[in-house]
């Protein structure tokens, strides 16, 4: 009798089955692959969609790419059990997928960007707005269920999808080979769209920026490189310095389309218009003498950097409030649209009766109100993925004005009426030389959402209006969102003020928060006026952000017409204001960049002007606004970064460098700021 044998390789720890078998396997492991890749797909299409305003792109072809990775890994996990505890496995996998693109939907409808690896670290403090967090879920509860649509699939196919038993230990060692063989095999691909700034490829080894890498490689790999660059350190790299290169002598602040760089030099000639002594707003910085005993790479091309800025000019306006008291207020969700002369009779009378700034913009940042304030007090332009406050706590901060008016001699106080610990500002505040009280630490306020900006100003006039000079600092909440009169204490007590508008009820709640506000001021005003300094007492406002709580079209109408998003949406609001000055009208592009160094140059206080972002709006130094997209705005052009659109602002024909200097003056700020705080380079180069 005739024998023969058969002998199958088998697949996991299956006893040797027949072909047919055998391939039925085969094609349920691909099956569960192909099941995972198109759900993070999907998840990533559908987060596109939802979070984008242009869905196509080359965004469209990394979101494929890049998305079968972490698939092979989906499939590696729920292979390595039994079917039962596979079936598990998949169903956990897709449930936590899920829950990432939710969250960062809810978080993006929040505060209009999407957080970080820094951010969840820190995420505690977002439970503090839980109701916001319902309220969103709820408006947005049907989008929200359709990410789980590939869970519910995976939930009714699964006994058809995960009818086999685990991989055996070779099986499972080659499906993670194949992870990082596909991972490495696909990025060549990023050099398709050139390696310029912004480009996937420049995007992926050298610039951070959550809100393009969404855009351009996918919530996934974008979030991805955020915790690779937060676990082991990311900074990126500065072009090695050229010591033999020679730095021509410029004449008397060029302007930027005809240099990019150029070093400073002192000039002492008078203005025909004025009888101050013109001269640099420069401290003595020995660059040479740094730059010859610089043994590190990146603090060598910082120092050719900075000494190679074009300083600005002192100017008719330098030390104009010099002596003065000082009170900034960053105040939370302020725009021009909450300055009225009905509604808000205090802020209009400050707006108009002092320094009237009709073309400020307040771009936004990356990590909200906290970027917002950082803009404003440091001068600085924020690095992603920290919390650039927070994270120079423990830096040298000489050009702040705590640590100014601390140096001579003045009271310096900080408030903020929420919670102290908010954003780490009990570490960065005190650090800017300030004495810091807030709710919780030292600010016995009422326990509503938000506090009252005019209750916090009662209650702290006190500790400065004693006869001595003083610099107080506020950061106000009652501007917050969400704006209803249901959910929003302030908006609430207000609200009979506003009835009478035709206008939605957010845009009314709005307005109704700017009320407190504007009485918080009025009564700032009454207190300076009882204390007989309110004529030698500078009072600076501008705001953290756009009101972003209100959709563009609620911003619209506002307005009364529709907002362009790109530009006008950041249209902002400075008041400079001072009891009897003379009002003055000042067109030129500003920014919240800015406010740090027009002040300094104001009270006639000692900084370099080459070692911030901003400028002196004031001086003849060529304006220049920055907006986080890489966007900006010249007394000549409007540079959109995203559409590539240029509006000219000028008919004179620009030189034909000047958009490919203006874009890398722009990108080197960007470098160079991040790089001030990394490396603590004030302490480097004053030595305090």
């Known amino acids: 009798m005739k024998r023969t044998f058969s002998i199958d390789i088998p697949l996991g720890d299956e006893p040797y089955p027949p072909a047919k078998i055998k391939k039925s396997k085969r094609e349920k492991h691909l099956l569960l692959l192909g099941y995972h890749w198109i759900s993070l797909i999907y998840l990533e299409i559908l987060f596109r969609i939802f979070t984008q305003q242009t869905f196509w792109g080359i965004g469209l072809l990394y979101i494929v790419l890049f998305s079968l990775p972490p ?32 969250s960062q939907l809810i978080y993006q409808r929040i505060f209009h960007t999407y957080y970080t690896a820094f951010s969840v670290g820190n995420g505690g403090q977002v439970l503090e707005f839980w109701e916001q967090v319902l309220a969103v879920i709820g408006k947005n509860l049907f989008f929200l269920l359709l990410f789980l649509l590939p869970l519910f699939l995976l939930i009714l196919c699964r006994k058809r999808v ?48 959550m809100d393009y890498s969404v855009e351009n490689l996918g919530l996934y790999t974008a979030m991805r490189l955020d915790v690779k660059r937060l676990l082991f350190g990311f900074s990126p790299k500065l072009d090695e310095p050229d010591l033999s290169a020679e730095i021509p002598l410029p004449s008397v602040n060029p302007s930027p389309a005809s240099a990019v760089y150029a070093s400073p030099q002192p000039v002492e000639t008078l203005s025909p218009n004025s009888v101050f002594e013109k001269h640099t707003n420069t401290m003595e910085i020995d660059f040479d003498s740094l730059i010859a005993n610089e043994t590190d790479p990146e603090l060598l091309a910082m120092h050719q950097y900075f000494r190679a800025q074009v300083p600005s000019n002192t100017n008719e306006k330098t ?35 002092g320094y009237q700034f009709t073309n400020f913009y307040t771009p936004s940042w990356g990590v909200s109100t906290s970027d917002g304030e950082y803009v404003a007090c440091q001068g600085l332009i924020p690095k992603a993925g920290v919390w650039s406050f927070k994270a120079s706590s423990d830096n040298y901060l000489p050009f702040v004005m705590g640590r100014q008016f601390e140096k001579l001699g003045y009271q310096t106080f900080a408030y903020h009426n929420h919670t102290y610990t908010y954003y780490g500002r009990d570490q960065s505040h005190p650090n800017m030389g300030y004495t810091y009280k807030a709710k919780g630490n030292g600010l016995d306020i009422r326990d509503t959402w938000p506090e009252s900006d005019v209750e916090m100003i009662e209650k702290t006039t006190a500790d400065y209006l004693n006869g001595k000079p003083f610099h107080a600092y506020y950061m106000t909440v009652s501007g917050h969102m969400e704006y209803n009169f249901s959910d929003n204490y ?56 756009y009101p972003y709580g209100l959709t563009n079209e609620q911003i619209s109408e506002l307005a009364g017409h529709k907002i362009e998003e790109n530009f006008e949406l950041y249209r902002g609001a400075f008041i400079l204001y001072q009891k009897g000055m003379t009002p003055e009208v000042i067109d030129k592009p500003a920014s919240s960049l ?3 160094p027009t002040i300094s140059n104001l009270l006639g206080l000692e900084y370099d002007s080459r070692l911030l972002m901003g400028r002196d709006i004031f001086s003849d130094s060529d304006p220049l606004v920055i907006f986080e997209n890489r966007s900006f705005i010249t007394d000549k052009v409007m540079y959109n970064a995203k559409t590539k659109e240029v509006i000219k602002l000028t008919e004179e024909e620009l030189p034909e460098d000047y958009l490919s200097k203006m874009k890398k003056i722009v990108s080197d700020k960007f470098l160079y700021s991040a790089k001030i705080l990394e490396k603590d380079y004030y302490r480097k180069i004053f030595n305090p």
């Open 71 to 102: 698939a092979v890994l989906f499939y590696f996990f729920s292979s390595l059990f039994s079917p039962k505890g596979n079936r598990v496995m998949g169903c956990v996998l897709l449930s936590l997928a899920a829950l990432f693109y939710q």
């Open 162 to 209: 995960f009818s086999f038993r685990k991989l055996n230990w070779k099986i499972s060692l080659l499906t993670l080979t194949a992870v990082f063989l596909i991972h490495y095999l696909t990025l060549p691909v990023l050099t398709l769209t050139g390696k310029e700034e912004l480009s996937p490829y420049d995007l992926y080894y050298q610039t951070q920026s």
């Open 319 to 353: 030390g104009a409030a010099k002596g003065a008291n000082l009170i900034l207020i960053t105040a939370e969700g302020f725009s021009p649209y909450a300055i009225d002369k009905e509604l808000t009779p205090t802020l209009y009378k400050m707006a108009t009766k």
């Open 490 to 545: 302030i908006a609430y007590q207000n609200k009979d003020l506003t009835a009478h508008l035709n206008l939605s009820e957010e845009c009314r709640a709005y307005l109704a928060c700017n009320i407190e506000l504007d009485r918080a001021m009025e009564l700032l005003l009454q207190r300076l006026e009882d204390a007989g300094v309110a004529e030698n007492t500078l009072i600076a406002i501008s705001p953290d952000h």
């Open 594 to 596: 800015d406010i740090l």
